[in-house]
């Protein structure tokens, strides 16, 4: 048995009555910590933990490409239940990068001296993307995060959803810069901007859409009428709250502009023509396929980068993957050469090919 609100006589007679034990906060609930306030580092410890003990493991017996997908199947999936639920910290992330690190180019040894040779951010692009394809766990933990996101503004039926929409944004509310409720859901709220850049919303009662800021249409109307967004009182307000209104002068601070005006008007044209229904809002994500995938969100959150076409045919190609590990080093030129060994401030007896001369 649990407190939450009760003094300890209070506790000890209840679990005399119920005959059972009594526990305190945080203690682990299906594998994730639970408790009243928000985990601490060493409530990750078990998480770390797991993640040194598969460091020694066969690691050092295997060529790089095969540390390479020990570092992608093992040391990158063990997060991710995690992820899904909480906002990892910082530090936790430096651990587990530190012996996904400690894998890749040094096997086995967590206190091995040999440098890396090539950086964490260059490895961690996607192969399509001149990368190793290693998974930034702090974008990851945001795309699995975003995915509460879209149950909540779908208004999912799921005990969860329901209760923080009656709880914290009742009578048309809508989230907005004011962080409010558990740190769970306020570690939700800091990633809205970003969900909002990726999705787009179909208008069905327009309850949980934005009239300027949410992309309703092909872009947010602050951005198709800037000389209207300028006039307008609330700014937050929702689709659904500017429909009710009979005259839509009265959402705009007047007089305005003769810019202003005729945006107004093109403005009140949009909005007649756009049916508001029962159903509550459909938000989906950009692009050809709309279902929602922590896989899309992801690549989306790495963003663009033009790699080289060779890149792209090294991981193609039918050859044996310690074959395209050494392409890939070599095209990034971070193999050990001479030449690499003397920008790293190494001295030799000379940096002379061996063959060239």
């Known amino acids: 048995m649990l407190p939450i609100n009760i003094n300890e006589s209070r506790l000890q007679h209840l679990a005399r009555t119920f005959g059972c034990g009594t526990g305190s906060f945080p203690f682990t609930y299906l594998g994730l910590p639970l408790g009243l306030t928000k985990p601490k ?97 702090s974008i990851q933990n945001q795309a699995l995060l975003m995915k509460n996101l ?42 809205i901007p970003q969900f909002k850049e990726l999705t787009k919303v179909q208008i069905r009662n327009g309850k949980t859409c934005l009239l300027w800021k949410d992309k309703w249409q092909t872009q947010p109307l602050q951005i198709m009428f800037p000389e209207c967004y300028s006039f307008a009182k609330n700014l937050n307000i929702s689709f659904a709250e500017a429909k009710g209104h009979s005259d839509i002068s009265a959402l705009f601070h007047l007089p305005v502009s003769q810019a202003a005006f005729i945006q107004m ?13 029962e159903d509550t809002d459909h938000w989906t994500l950009q692009g050809r396929t709309s279902i929602f995938s922590a896989a899309r969100v992801y690549k989306s959150l790495i963003g663009t980068h033009n790699p080289d076409q060779a890149f792209l045919w090294i991981w193609k190609s039918p050859y044996q993957p310690k074959h395209k590990m050494f392409c890939w080093l070599l095209l990034k030129d971070r193999l050990s050469t001479k030449n690499l060994l003397r920008r790293r401030g190494m001295l030799l007896e000379n940096y002379n090919c061996e063959f060239c001369g």
């Open 150 to 191: 879209d149950k909540f503004y779908n208004k999912k039926d799921i005990p969860w959803v329901s209760l923080i929409w009656e709880k914290h944004y009742p009578n048309g509310k809508l989230p907005n810069h004011v962080k409010k409720g558990s740190f769970w859901w306020r570690d939700l709220l800091k990633l």
């Open 41 to 137: 580092i060493q409530d990750y410890l078990p998480l770390v933990n797991k993640c040194e003990r598969r460091l020694g493991g066969i690691s050092s017996l295997l060529n790089q490409a095969g540390r390479l997908q020990i570092t992608n199947a093992v040391l990158s999936a063990l997060p991710t239940y995690y992820m899904c639920s909480l906002e990892i910290p910082k530090t936790v992330v430096k651990l587990i990068d530190k012996f996904r690190k400690h894998c890749l180019w040094r096997g086995s040894s967590s206190n091995g001296r040999t440098m890396p040779k090539a950086a964490w951010e260059m490895v961690s692009l996607p192969k399509k993307k001149g990368g190793l394809g290693i998974i930034d766990i």
């Open 265 to 277: 008007s093109q403005l009140q044209v949009l909005m007649q023509n756009t049916q508001v229904q």
